[in-house]
């Protein structure tokens, strides 16, 4: 066994664990619209029971359908006996699946909407919340309310124990009521329930006396943000000060998370934060508390997971996005085939489509949220398909087109795959993008596609294959721009040079190389370019504030806070390339005309779909299909999801029968 550590059974109470890896509470917005459990959820879990974790920990469950709801909801519920079964059902799912069955019950507080609970959500003051996600403005809730939501949870615990859940864990992180009663910035009362350390304490401890007595000898976890990373806010020596009171109160493990709706960059970390970084709290609170720690927070490769228990960091870990990536993390490392796990990237895809209603899914994973499509079968057998770009969606669609038994060949013009990805992984802080550029290259090995490298596929080429159907996955290309003048400054774009397929002269602050568009692609080939020492300008057409508008929000926070701190960029907002004249680049700014010196231009204004090769094809008489961002411009969650769409509905229709004769 390569991670001993790892799979050592634990106890934590009575309860068992075959191994220590616990699946973390993650959202998935796959309940029902009452917030019952649907099938589409139990399918879901039972995926990740299967995929071999000790205990799954059920997400985000509302224990007051009334004021609980989080902004993310519709959420799951346990606050009346209406959804007992449903949850006996998902409880049983797990347990059947080998894993431990623990419900999170959960709160909102002020982390909530009017919109969504119809009413001003509650709070122990009304202290306004102004985040990057939500703003609310929550009324104090009276001294009297505040036993009847300590009743609730208690009610809700009742309610898990009897349909047959083995644990519970309380939501005392994230920023949500329990969390809020603690924090000296929000909790402004002076009264029983907050004014000093102690009275602040006092709602978070009648809970878990209340669920304790619910649920009798059960196991009760508590999560809890051992720091909110805001000034002012609660800290890990406070984290250490209060995690031992829960513990007296009645928890039996203490999971260790961090941050608020205010940080949310600390809650589910964007892919410059480093795997592990939570583990020196674990091990303070772990000392703190004498009891078992669970630590969440990039925990991504086995070994470290092992490592960080053997260190006696953590008693356990805890895997949220890893799991949403590959539910069978768990059993590839059992068997050691670690290099086999598809590894999460942190890129918060999941986040933004989670957050917008669409269900719980990853970006690479996109089976995530749909477990109960069937499984792709053998349908392809004795059929030819033909794939043409092998970015992440052309080498998605060719893998799944193998597994389905086409004999697939995929056209690369260049003389490497990965397309985009690897563009997108190329720029500072961005290296966990080639973890799956990596696993991606290694699937294509193991696979039978025959990868033409060095092709770039015309309609000839694609013929010649005679394909029963074709897949175009030829990504983007840039949008039109008519530059003014000659001159000899060089232009490329800037994707090319984060390809690694053109090479720059040298820059000066006088003549720095300029990259005209403040997207996505413009800041990071900025910083790309000032980490290997060159000066850049640049130039946005929209103010500086909107640098990088597209990137996922909590990647561009730390963006944005790297790009101001680095003095070997500087931006030029409001202003607009118009040509080249000479050694220089024509800049309009500000209602201004004037020439910049410059080494280099980089094009990174934007991108469109590059339709070509779809449109010369067009006469195929065969299905013809474009996916990814030869579609929309978009990200490689979308190419991967319309690769895994475009094979499960050929399985529907391809040499299928017709359904009916007449
Ligand atoms: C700077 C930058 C940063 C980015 N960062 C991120 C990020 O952090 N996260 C994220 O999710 N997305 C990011 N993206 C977007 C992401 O890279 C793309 O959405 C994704 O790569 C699209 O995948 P695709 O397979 O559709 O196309 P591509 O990745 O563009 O692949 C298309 C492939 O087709 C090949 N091709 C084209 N025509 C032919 C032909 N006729 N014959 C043979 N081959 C052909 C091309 O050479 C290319 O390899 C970023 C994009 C850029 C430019
Ligand atoms: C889509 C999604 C939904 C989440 N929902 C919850 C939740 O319901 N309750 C909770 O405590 N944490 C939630 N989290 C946070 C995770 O449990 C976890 O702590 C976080 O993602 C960091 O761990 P990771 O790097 O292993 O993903 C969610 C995370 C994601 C990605
Ligand atoms: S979408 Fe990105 S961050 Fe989310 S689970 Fe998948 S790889 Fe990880």
Redesign the pocket.
């Known amino acids: 066994m390569d991670f001993p550590h790892l799979f050592a059974p634990f106890a934590i109470r009575d309860m068992r664990l075959k191994n220590r890896i616990i699946m973390?509470?993650?959202?998935s917005h796959l309940g029902n619209a009452d917030g019952s459990v649907s099938k589409e959820a139990i399918a879901y879990y039972r995926e990740r029971a299967l995929g071999g974790v000790g205990m799954v920990v059920v997400?985000?469950t509302c224990v007051d359908g009334q004021e609980g709801f989080s902004s993310m909801a519709p959420q799951l519920r346990l606050d009346s006996p209406f959804y007992r079964s449903g949850h006996g059902k998902l409880a049983a799912a797990i347990q059947s699946g080998g894993a431990r069955a623990c419900v999170?019950l959960s709160h909102a507080g002020r982390q909530s909407r009017e919109s969504v609970l119809g009413r001003q959500p509650v709070a122990p003051s009304a202290v306004p919340l102004k985040s990057l996600y939500l703003n609310a403005v929550p009324r104090a809730l009276e001294a009297d309310e505040i036993p009847h939501i300590v009743q609730r949870y208690a009610d809700a615990a009742a309610l898990a124990a009897q349909v047959g859940y083995d644990a519970v864990m309380l939501?005392g992180?994230?920023g949500y009521l329990l969390q809020q009663f603690l924090s000296p910035l929000v909790n402004r009362r002076d009264d029983d329930w907050g004014g000093d350390f102690e009275r602040r304490l006092r709602f978070p401890l009648e809970v878990v006396k209340a669920v304790r007595a619910a649920i009798g000898n059960m196991p009760l976890l508590y999560?809890m943000s051992v720091s909110d990373f805001i000034e002012g806010g609660l800290t890990i020596e406070d984290g250490e000060a209060i995690a031992p009171r829960l513990c007296e109160a009645g928890v039996d493990a203490i999971d260790i998370?961090c941050g608020s709706l205010d940080r949310v960059d600390v809650?589910?970390?964007p892919m410059s934060i480093d795997e592990g970084w939570r583990l020196p709290m674990a091990r303070r609170i772990r000392a703190a508390t004498g009891k078992p720690v669970i630590c969440?927070?990039?925990?991504r490769r086995p070994e470290m997971a092992e490592a960080a228990i053997a260190a006696g960091d953590t008693d356990m870990v805890?895997?949220?996005?890893?799991l949403l990536a590959d539910p069978l993390w768990p059993n590839k490392a059992r068997m050691g085939r670690t290099d086999d796990i598809r590894p999460c990237t942190?890129c918060n895809w999941?986040?933004k489509e989670?957050g917008g209603n669409r269900g719980?899914s990853c970006a690479e994973n996109p089976r995530c949220g749909h477990e109960t499509d069937p499984p792709i079968d053998d349908f392809g057998q004795g059929l030819r398909a033909v794939v043409v770009g092998a970015g992440p969606g052309g080498i998605a669609a060719s893998l799944l087109l193998d597994q389905a038994g086409f004999a697939v060949t995929l056209f690369e013009k260049r003389h490497g795959a990965g397309g985009n990805l690897i563009t997108s992984a190329t720029p500072p802080n961005k290296e966990k993008l080639f973890w799956y550029h990596d696993f991606l290259q290694r699937r294509l090995a193991a696979s039978r596609v025959d990868l033409r490298l060095g092709v770039e596929a015309t309609a000839d080429h694609v013929d010649a294959e005679r394909p029963d159907v074709v897949v175009v996955a030829a990504g983007s290309k840039l949008a039109p721009l008519a530059l003014d003048g000659v001159g000899d400054v060089p232009v490329h774009p800037a994707f090319a040079l984060l390809l690694g397929d053109v090479a720059l002269p040298p820059s000066s602050p006088e003549r720095p190389i300029l990259i005209y568009g403040g997207g996505e692609t413009g800041t990071e080939t900025a910083e790309h370019l000032a980490k290997q020492g060159h000066h850049v300008l640049l130039v946005s057409r929209s103010d500086a504030a909107l640098l990088a508008r597209n990137a996922e929000p909590l990647y561009r926070m730390h963006l944005l806070q790297r790009l101001r701190a680095n003095a070997a960029i500087t931006v030029a907002d409001h202003s607009a390339v118009t040509g080249i004249d000479g050694d220089a680049v024509i800049l309009q700014s500000k209602g201004e005309t004037r020439r910049q010196p410059a080494a280099a231009l980089l094009l990174a204004h934007g991108l469109v779909p590059d339709t070509r090769i779809a449109d010369a094809l067009a006469h195929l008489p065969v299905p013809v299909v474009p996916i990814g961002d030869s579609v929309r411009v978009a990200r490689i969650g979308e190419a991967v999801r319309d690769a895994y769409r475009c094979v499960q509905d050929l399985r529907r229709t391809i040499n299928q029968p017709e359904a009916i004769a007449c």
Not at 24 to 27: D, L
């Open positions: 973390a509470p993650m959202e997400e985000y999170q939501h992180a994230h999560r998370s809650i589910v970390e969440a927070g990039v925990i805890s895997l949220g996005r890893a942190s999941c986040i989670t719980v």
